[in-house]
């Protein structure tokens, strides 16, 4: 593993990922006042949200309900659960204190299995309120350093969020992108929230430690301010490093928060954990507890549609294409399996369907434009061998810039006949003798010079020869 | 034409109308409270204007509602949209809300008028309001001496006449100490009988709105008004409440009234004088006295003072100089909070901010808090078993009459003895209500308490209502 | 005076609950606190081993409300109450030393 992630010696790493989402409610976790990202400054505000003397928390059923799909869909426990305040200042934290979940989550004990079949153990997933947002006035870049005021904007405030708290069963930075890429795929595909990394309405923060194996962990650092998939392993190899450099030059890691500067690719210190931090949660008086039946939870579940694992198997199955292969992952990503099958339901090759889909519809949504029935035709006639590989790109591209079409008739108006192989064999044999230096390289085991051959058998042909039947012929002299 | 039922009767009959009554009580305030101080801020244009709605709805023939032009004093602790609430204190000095409390919104749809903002000890906490930012309300039956507290504001408005009634909040006593102090009926109902949504929160899970009346028949009046379920307090029962007024006349007989024979010592010869006539009256009256204990109610008074302060600690946090209320500038914001925050809480809020902090840190949850809701238990627990052989329990409200200003020095535990029986109840979250009983030394007002189970106002009512018949 | 708690623990309480507090606070609050804790000491006589916590006067659960929108407050009407506000937001003196 260490060699996989570039660690010198036989260091290892050691990460768990805290990753807090807001909830895609219409209205905030405790009061009804909206939940919306981008709204003018302080204009989604109600007493509850600003912590107005008298205002009470009630609770929004819906950010259960989407908190319980949460933790079903990474197979944790639902139980029983209270709310606690965690009491600290800042000016974007009105009441001066959170309210969230302690010793009693909604969601524990689950896992996430990455694409490649690892496990991490999920600790807790529990609900909390967010805070509003500061930005610092005066100094340079929003910074806090050097500012002469900040300005406070309640609008997220209250908003509803989930943290789950992944075990420290994270091994490469590699995983930490699966986990947090598979992360985000659930959590979009139950509807649980949109979990835009750039938006912030999804957030993580790494805890990162290295020690070498048969040792017990080592002191651990969090790294917050991850903005993007890419900055989760970029921040990550970037600490790993700092770590083990401290080690080795017989320094020790302190336990610290460090802030990623996407900038200069560093983490630096953001603070030191003191004794100040001394929450003094206690159990919120102003809500009661909750505790799902299982009636409740069950009706929930089975309004769960399939996770983004259960649909990659599907179209797995259906396409031949590996669970975790790249078209498979990413057209599960983009919601567009259901379409790649709906070609298979359709008499189409799903097979074919996948790879245009996945090369072609990074554009279109989940419900691309181009009726299915058009790209099922279009695969028929690829398989079929009345187009080659390369005309139905041609088709598909006109079917795309149309919003559909009848695939056969495009063909026929572009002139497209795929030439049969013997006449095909003559055009190689002429194009071999055309190209001898060509033809000795790739004789002599250099695959990459058919290239130049099957280039000129395409440039003879106008591009109506079948790439894989020139393949095939070469291969076939070659002997 | 005193009471409240008269009162609303006549309005919605025509007879006197809403603006009239309210022209009264401006004039009585403004003859008399400059000596008594039970306002904060009287609504004189609000009042006026809610006044005339009631009379327009009246001269059209329709209800204005039960309360229809009966005056209200409210606590200054409950929000009043457009209207200073200050919970008497200079964090809160000036400040408006921009909404009402659902109670607030209660009564002025039952045809009430609220006429004021009433003192209290700063954010309710006292027992004689002379913790109050804006200074101290003085006794109508003797303005050298208290009111009670936190309420005093509001036990003084209904007893110099300031309003026909006025609404209190009870945390520790808060309502019953001062209504017995000022000789007028208070009631702490069941916790989560009245909606807490706009009532500034002193200890959450404490916390009470319930009335002051001259006479049991207005409470539960206003009761019925005020009470049952609000969708904004996660704490309100989801219930109707059963009419109040419906069962003042159904009398005592057959009913067990407690005597609690463990209960702690240090009421005054008078007050107990007062308690034991209650019990002669209430056995005339066909009810049975008999002997329970509540063991742990003697540690009320520990558990509260551990488990209030540390909800208000939290409670009060958010006083911070950002949103609303006062801020003293500083270099930046934690230099701001803590300037700001010595500046606007007075001391007895101070010392229970730090009490309540400490009692909640690292280290010392355990000790402290956590042993206090363990405490907490056992108090209710006694309770109820004394529920089983009693209908409803007899104690004195408060250990004596209204004391004299300053009477209790600097030492803040002095005070707080002042809560010893109300306190346990609110620790319980049953009811209790404090029953004007004659007079004990200097004449002055001693009030009997009845306590009972949970939701067993109607029992409660009906013991209050024979103690006022049997002084008839 | 017992020494249940120190002027240093009263000090670094203050802070927590961020009040301002001048030495001569602190001793006059230490001697108080410490005067009342130990009356609240008679609950540490009391066997409370098997009691359960209580944090609810009236037990309720599941209480919840639909995710409906209502309408908000008005900025104006909210930041005209506010010590300072700018831009439609409010403002407060910079904040350093206490990033979270």
């Known amino acids: 593993m260490s060699a996989h992630d570039g660690l010198p010696g036989d260091w290892q790493l050691v990460v768990g990922l805290e990753v807090h989402v807001e909830l895609a409610t219409a209205t905030k976790l405790f009061s009804a006042s909206p939940n919306r990202f981008g709204d003018e400054p302080n204009t989604n505000i109600d007493p509850v949200t600003l912590g107005l003397p008298g205002a009470l928390p009630v609770l929004n059923e819906q950010a259960v309900e989407l908190a319980m799909r949460i933790g079903l869909a990474l197979n944790c426990t639902v139980q029983p659960c209270t709310f606690h305040r965690k009491n600290y200042f800042y000016p974007d934290m009105p009441k001066a204190y959170q309210i969230s979940q302690y010793d009693q989550p909604l969601n524990v004990d689950g896992y996430l299995k990455l694409p490649g079949g690892t496990h991490v153990g999920i600790e807790r997933a529990h609900m909390e309120e967010d805070a509003g947002k500061s930005t610092h006035v005066g100094g340079s870049g929003g910074r806090v350093h050097g500012a002469t005021s900040s300005l406070i904007d309640l609008n997220r405030a209250g908003v509803p969020l989930v943290e789950i708290v992944s075990r420290p069963d994270i091994r490469s930075a590699e995983e930490a992108r699966l986990y947090v890429n598979e992360l985000r795929a659930i959590l979009v595909a139950i509807g649980a929230s949109d979990a835009k990394m750039e938006e912030g309405s999804?957030?993580?923060?790494a805890n990162v430690s290295v020690h070498k194996p048969g040792t017990p962990f080592g002191t651990r650092c969090e790294i917050k301010n991850v903005n993007s998939v890419r900055s989760v392993g970029r921040a990550i190899e970037y600490e790993a490093r700092r770590q083990i450099d401290l080690l080795e030059n017989g320094d020790s890691v302190r336990q610290e928060t460090r802030h990623w500067d996407e900038g200069d690719g560093r983490t630096h210190t953001l603070r030191v954990k003191e004794d100040a931090d001394d929450y003094r949660y206690f159990l919120e008086p102003d809500l009661v507890p909750l505790a799902p039946s299982a009636e409740w939870i069950q009706r929930v579940h089975a309004s769960m549609p399939p996770l983004p694992a259960q649909r990659r198997e599907h179209l797995s199955v259906a396409t031949g294409q590996a669970a975790d292969s790249e078209a498979v992952v990413s057209v599960v990503e983009r919601g567009q399996d259901h379409y790649v099958l709906a070609v298979g339901h359709l008499g189409g090759d799903p097979g074919r369907a996948l790879v245009y889909?996945?090369?072609?519809?990074?554009?279109?949504?989940?419900?691309?434009?181009?009726p299915a029935i058009d790209i099922a035709a279009l695969t028929s006639l690829e398989v079929d061998g009345k187009v080659t590989a390369t005309q139905a790109k041609a088709i598909l591209s006109e079917i795309l810039a149309n919003g559909g079409g009848d695939a056969a008739a495009i063909a026929a108006a572009k002139g497209f006949e795929a030439i049969d192989t013997s006449a095909l064999e003559a055009v190689v044999d002429q194009a071999i003798a055309d190209q001898p230096d060509a033809w000795t390289k790739f004789c002599g085991g250099d695959g990459k010079a058919m290239g130049a051959i099957v280039g000129a058998v395409m440039k003879a042909t106008q591009g109506k020869a079948d790439g894989k039947i020139v393949t095939a012929l070469l291969n076939q002299k070659k002997g | 034409m005193t009471t409240a039922f008269d009162i609303a009767a006549a309005v919605r009959a025509g007879t006197t109308t809403a603006t009239e009554l309210l022209a009264q009580h401006l004039a009585t305030i403004a003859e008399r409270d400059p000596d008594i101080h039970a306002f904060n801020h009287v609504m004189v244009e609000q009042a006026q204007a809610q006044a005339a709605a009631v009379d327009a709805t009246a001269a059209l023939g329709d209800d204005p509602g039960p309360l229809a032009g009966v005056t209200v004093a409210l606590k200054d602790n409950m929000c009043t949209r457009g209207v200073p609430t200050t919970c008497s204190s200079k964090i809160l000095e000036g400040w408006r809300p921009p909404y009402d409390a659902t109670v607030v919104d209660k009564l002025r749809a039952a045809g009430a008028v609220a006429i004021g903002k009433t003192n209290l000890d700063e954010f309710a906490m006292g027992s004689s309001t002379e913790n109050s930012a804006f200074g101290p309300t003085r006794n109508p039956h003797d303005l050298s001496r208290v009111p009670g507290g936190s309420s005093g504001g509001s036990a003084a408005a209904v007893a110099a006449g300031f309003s026909h009634v006025s609404l209190g909040s009870d945390t520790g006593g808060s309502i019953r100490q001062p209504a017995a102090l000022c000789g007028v009926v208070g009631v702490k109902p069941t916790y989560g009988y009245v909606s807490r949504y706009g009532l500034v929160a002193f200890a959450s899970s404490l916390d009470q709105i319930g009335p002051f009346t001259s006479n049991v028949a207005d409470a539960a009046l206003v009761l019925d008004v005020i009470g049952g379920h609000d969708p904004h307090d996660s704490t309100s029962i989801p219930q109707q409440h059963p009419s109040l007024v419906d069962v003042l006349g159904q009398g005592v007989e057959g009913l067990r009234v407690g005597r609690i024979t463990d209960l702690p010592p240090g009421a005054d010869p008078d007050v107990e004088e007062r308690l034991e006539a209650a019990f002669e009256a209430l056995a005339a009256a066909g009810a049975t006295i008999v002997p329970v204990q509540v063991p742990a109610f003697t540690f009320g008074l520990s558990a509260y003072y551990l488990i209030a302060p540390a909800e208000a600690s939290s409670n009060l946090a958010r006083y911070d100089g950002v949103r609303y209320g006062l801020r003293v500038e500083a270099a930046d914001t934690n230099a701001m909070y803590g300037v700001t925050r010595a500046a606007g809480f007075g001391d007895e809020v101070k010392r229970r901010i730090m009490l309540g902090t400490y009692a909640l840190s690292a280290g010392y949850y355990d000790a402290y808090y956590g042993k206090a809701l363990k405490v907490?238990?056992?108090?209710?627990?006694?309770?109820?078993?004394?529920?089983?052989?009693?209908?409803?329990?007899?104690?004195?409200?408060?250990?004596?009459?209204?004391?004299p200003f300053g009477a209790k020095g600097d030492n803040p535990f002095a005070m707080y003895l002042c809560d010893t029986y109300t306190i346990p109840t609110n620790l319980a979250g049953h009811p209790g209500m404090s029953v004007p009983y004659g007079t004990g030394a200097h004449g002055l007002p001693v009030g009997v308490q009845v306590l009972a189970g949970t939701l067993q106002e109607p029992t409660m009512f009906r013991v209050a209502a024979a103690l006022e018949r049997s002084l008839a | 005076m017992s020494d249940r708690i120190s002027a240093a623990v009263v000090a670094k309480v203050a802070r927590l609950a961020r009040l301002d507090v001048t030495a001569d606070e602190i001793e006059r609050m230490t001697v108080q606190l410490d005067g009342m804790l130990e009356h609240f000491a008679d609950i540490d006589a009391l066997d409370l081993s098997a009691v359960v916590p209580m944090t609810q006067p009236y037990p309720l659960v599941n209480v919840l409300r639909?995710?409906?929108?209502?309408?908000?407050l008005d900025r104006d009407e909210v930041l005209a109450a506010a010590p300072a506000a700018e831009d439609g937001r409010f403002r407060v003196p910079p904040i350093v030393g206490m990033d979270l």
């Open chain 1, 202 to 205: 999804m957030r993580v923060d």
């Open chain 1, 357 to 370: 889909v996945k090369e072609a519809f990074a554009e279109e949504g989940a419900e691309p434009r181009v």
């Open chain 3, 66 to 72: 639909p995710d409906v929108v209502e309408p908000c």
């Open chain 2, 376 to 403: 907490r238990r056992l108090i209710h627990d006694d309770f109820e078993r004394a529920y089983h052989q009693a209908d409803v329990l007899l104690t004195p409200t408060s250990p004596s009459v209204a004391f």
